[in-house]
């Protein structure tokens, strides 16, 4: 508190002499609209109309500050880093249930921009430039399933009898309208991935290219 006393003589000698002497703070004041007072410590604070409610005195009344002073400067730094490098706003909010400082948004705008870690968070999101589509995707007067795209999606546990069994899917694409073929496979093995295509084939025709990924059993 002594250093709260000596911050706030030396930038607010006239308002605490006046206010000592049981006087208003005059109309140029910077402290005229904070309804400022000195309490039973010596220390100047923000009146206002929240006496009565059940808020703790720091918050009903805070402590006010100067914009040029290294306490003031130390002070919103200090919450700056304990709220975990949040916002503007945040910063405000916190700093309010103790502190009332004039200008405080000059000082937090000046340590938010300055801070490394909150320059990381805030950088611009780099976006990947899309390459251009395959020619299959391009290519017109292509029937459907012409050139497909095949995967695998499961396992699905299901009843066979009084056993518990995996079946997988299999999923074949259409790579120039997006129409969608589903069968189903009984295993992970190659046969049954023949199996899969031959069925896919005997309802859709046999495609030109079939493009998969680096799966076993493809």
Request: net charge positive; hydrophobic share 35%.
């Amino acid at each position: 508190m002594t250093i709260i006393r000596f911050v706030q003589n030396q930038h607010f000698d006239d308002e605490v002499q006046r206010l000592k002497d049981k006087l208003n703070v005059k109309r140029t004041s910077r402290l005229f609209k904070l309804d400022s007072y000195i309490d039973e410590k010596g220390i100047l604070r923000v009146g206002g109309r929240l006496a009565r409610s059940n808020l703790t005195e720091t918050s009903k009344h805070p402590i006010i500050l100067p914009k040029q002073s290294t306490l003031s400067y130390s002070i919103i730094q200090g919450i700056h880093r304990s709220i975990g490098h949040l916002g503007k706003n945040a910063i405000l909010t916190e700093l309010r249930q103790k502190y009332w400082i004039i200008g405080a948004n000059g000082i937090i705008k000046n340590i938010v921009s300055k801070c490394v870690i909150c320059r990381k968070y805030q950088a611009p999101i780099m976006q990947q430039k899309m390459a251009n589509l395959p020619s299959e995707r391009v290519t017109q007067d292509t029937a459907p399933f012409t050139i497909v795209g095949m995967d695998y999606f499961g396992p699905f546990a299901i009843k066979q009898r009084r056993c518990t069994v995996k079946r997988y899917g299999v999923i074949f694409t259409c790579l120039k309208i997006r129409a969608v073929h589903l069968e189903v496979a009984d295993s992970l093995n190659t046969s049954s991935c023949i199996n899969a295509i031959r069925r896919f084939i005997a309802r859709r025709g046999v495609p030109k290219i079939i493009r998969s990924d680096n799966g076993t059993n493809l």
